[in-house]
């Protein structure tokens, strides 16, 4: 299964603006980051539809935000975006390319549509956080 952590290393003032908000107001905190993990996943899908052009499966469909959780090891607030399609890895990662008999005509190149796609979410992240922590301030 082909899925990403967003984390917020780097963020420190952030981060501590962010602890702030989850021990005072958590459900505000966890609203957050599932609003942020919901544009996170748009960004995504987008890229998919770019990059990937056949639409006869159902992989399109199938990219999903997952649950907001903390970390054990680190004490970080996560989100995840993943792909719940069965034949996700493959168009991620690539695949051999096998006839009827078993014998191999080659290979297709996997899309990266992840790794591609947490580029632009890295570069956008503080922009979105920075949005989503006005607006539930602005609520307070």
Do not use: C
């Amino acid at each position: 299964m082909s899925d990403f952590n967003i984390d917020l290393r780097g963020l420190d003032k952030f981060k501590k603006e962010l602890d702030d908000l989850q021990r005072h107001f958590p459900k505000q905190a966890r609203q957050l980051m599932m609003r942020s993990g919901s544009k996170a996943r748009t960004i995504v899908a987008r890229k998919a539809r770019q990059l990937v052009r056949k639409q006869t499966g159902n992989y399109h469909k199938s990219i999903k935000r997952g649950k907001v959780w903390i970390d054990d090891s680190s004490g970080e607030v996560k989100v995840r975006v993943y792909t719940r399609a069965p034949h996700g890895h493959l168009i991620e990662l690539g695949h051999r390319i096998v006839g009827k008999d078993g014998s191999e005509h080659g290979f297709k190149q996997g899309y990266h549509v992840f790794d591609k796609a947490t580029k632009e979410i890295e570069d956008a992240w503080t922009t979105i956080l920075e949005k989503e922590f006005d607006r539930i301030m602005s609520k307070l």
